[in-house]
């Protein structure tokens, strides 16, 4: 296998949107992307900033736990709690 710098693994890199962001039924934005050997590969955002993104528009944990199908014992952890506030300004 050739070695490549990263400016040239950079460049010959092409992707394409395969559509818009949209999301899924539990909450989750989405994209997917084409890589250059035509997989697909789809981008979403962490469940923990979908579930606080819930909590800041005022749904209670049971709220939460049903529209983003996560139990909730899950939800109520804390790391779901420490996303950065700054990500939803």
């Known amino acids: 296998m050739p070695?490549?710098?990263l400016k040239t693994s950079r460049s010959s890199c092409r992707s394409a949107i395969q559509h818009v962001i949209f999301e899924q039924p539990?909450?989750?934005r989405v994209v997917r992307v084409y890589e250059p050997d035509?997989?697909?590969?789809e981008l979403g955002e962490p469940m923990?900033?979908?579930i606080k993104r819930y909590y800041v528009t005022g749904m209670t944990l049971?709220?939460?736990a049903e529209?983003?199908?996560?139990?909730i014992s899950i939800v109520n952890k804390p790391i779901f709690h420490?996303?950065?506030d700054e990500m939803f300004e």
Do not use: A, D, F, M
Not at 38 to 41: A, S
Not at 67 to 71: A, I, L
């Open 3 to 5: 070695k490549h710098s």
């Open 82 to 84: 420490s996303v950065s």
């Open 67 to 71: 529209r983003s199908s996560t139990p």
């Open 48 to 50: 923990n900033v979908v």
């Open 26 to 28: 539990w909450g989750q």
């Open 38 to 41: 035509k997989y697909i590969i």
């Open 62 to 64: 049971e709220e939460v």
